[in-house]
């Protein structure tokens, strides 16, 4: 039986390398269809989590997770040779920015090192991972070529790009429309037919590198607007204007117009992340990214805004922020979930703590916070908390509070969401 045939009679075993937020929900699909999955990860906790049916990824139900595991079609290892028994590889590793903001592909790399160990004809390698233009083509391609086999005539490889919105409760894998591009015509022929198995929308395009431009314009699309949002509230403070009932009215004409929101800094697994990854490819070819590098300097300079007001606000009460005891309310980087990757929050907590404040933390969905080199213990939420407080912070606003109670019973907020519209009190400080 042919690649092609196995794909669309749902008998080909697929193998997903890395079982995080973007892996174990799209393991988790596949076997809904039928599949046979086997996820690879190289940490042996996350594997062991796995095969208990635990998940620790907000979009995976344990219920759902557990009944997968236990009808044996899906199953988590560290063991790289099952590969050899694979029809389709799907690497979902991290790819993160060194300091330098240079893009880290190491995870990218060892996987597919690994993958051209076991590699054989009539499979389908498709990378997941957020990368720069030109990776799949110019990094997987010659490493998987080394064995000899060539693709689109041996093997099949493809780009299609993970749209995954963690704690987004209406859009998931299934029906989140996915893009796929491959290294060659027949590559994108069979990627195609796999993601069209168990995704309702596949749009293929013109190649991988196409695929891995149209991941980028995504975020960098969102991480453009909200810097000039940022900016746009930064101006509203000079002029002494409100920005949200700027936005609020802007948001009425109904077109040439999408509402974007100002906060306390970019936060989760890519908008920070994921614009760099152009401009650096960019500065190759000897092309500055302005729109990217302005947008990234506005925002990451919005968690010392956020401090500045809370400075502000502690001198019209004649305090200063050195001995002040100030709450930071949400740490996570969006609403209702537990992920903290890139959260301006850290950054607001660390600005802080570096000019004297004794801060604590709650979020419902963090109960721990690693930071500075300690770990931080979210506090329950009391009124006790909140009187003992100088200043509240919101920086992550969370379906469970009740702001209308936490502004009563607070000396002062700082509101960095707009989580307290509608509620008119002196004592609350927008930004």
Partial sequence: MNLRDKISTKKAKVSVIGMGYVGLPLAVELSKVGFQVKGIDIKEEKVDLVNSGKSDVADVQEEELSRLVKSGLLKATTEFAILKESDVVNICVPTPLSKTKDPDVSYILNAVKEIRKYLHPNQLVVLESTTYPGTTEELLLPILEETGLQAGRDFFLAFSPE??????????????????????????????????????????VSSSKSAEMVKLLENTFRSVNIGLVNEVALMCDRLGIDVWEIIEAAATKPFGYMPFYPGPGLGGHCIPIDPHYLS???????????????????????????????????????????????????????????????????????????????????????????????????????????HQSDCVVIVTDHSSYNYEWIVKHSRLVVDTRNATRGIREEKVTKI
């Fill in 163 to 204: 749209r995954i919105d963690p704690g987004n409760p209406v859009y998931k894998v299934k029906n989140t429309p996915r893009v796929v591009g491959g290294v060659t015509p027949k590559c994108t022929e069979v990627a195609t037919l796999f993601y069209q198995q168990f995704i309702e929308k596949v749009f293929p």
């Fill in 280 to 386: 650096w490819k960019l500065k190759a070819l000897n092309y500055y990214a302005r729109f990217i590098e302005l947008a990234g300097d506005i925002n990451s300079r919005m968690p010392y805004y956020v401090v500045e007001k809370v400075g502000e606000v502690l001198n019209g009460a004649e305090r200063s922020i050195k001995g002040s005891h100030i709450l930071v309310l949400g740490v996570a980087y969006k609403k209702d979930i537990g992920d903290i990757r890139e959260s301006p929050a850290l950054d607001v907590l660390k600005l802080l703590i570096s000019k004297g404040a004794k801060v604590s933390y709650n979020d419902p969905y963090v109960p721990t916070l690693p930071l500075n080199g300690h770990s931080l213990q979210s506090e329950e939420l009391e009124e006790d908390l909140l």
